[in-house]
């Protein structure tokens, strides 16, 4: 792994981390101001796309309020060049009452500076027809 791999990896890290923490800030300071963040539910066939660090802050603010025991187990992360990919299973307790305890990766994309300039997030989930 070169030093720029290592970097990444560890920026990846870093933002799971505060994934766990519920913390915002340190999310969206390693998020381009242009950042994508595509979430797993939303319009077929790719989810919701979030666009920029306003959009992305809303979503989570919304998720963390909305689900306070969200959290996520960390299986991996590995990075190659500016990509990464991070496996994880996600558990908590929705408003509604619904309990998640979901499989689920997300790809990164990070640029030349270490930045974040994609987040696409896929799970696997028992739902509904």
Known sequence: MNDIEKRNLKIITDVCEAFNRHDAEAILAQFAED?????????????????????????????????????????????????????????????????????GCDLWELDEDGIITRKDTYWKYEGGE
Do not use: Y
């Not at 989810?47 to 187990?73: C, H, N, Y």
């Open 35 to 103: 950042g994508i963040w595509i979430v797993s539910r939303g319009t077929q066939p790719d989810g919701q796309t979030l666009r920029g660090k306003d959009e992305v802050a809303k979503m989570l603010e919304q998720r963390f309020t909305s689900i306070p025991d969200m959290a996520w187990e960390i299986h991996s992360h590995w990075v190659g060049g500016n990509r990464g990919c991070s496996e994880w299973t996600v558990t908590g307790t929705e408003s509604n009452g619904n309990r998640l305890n979901w499989m």
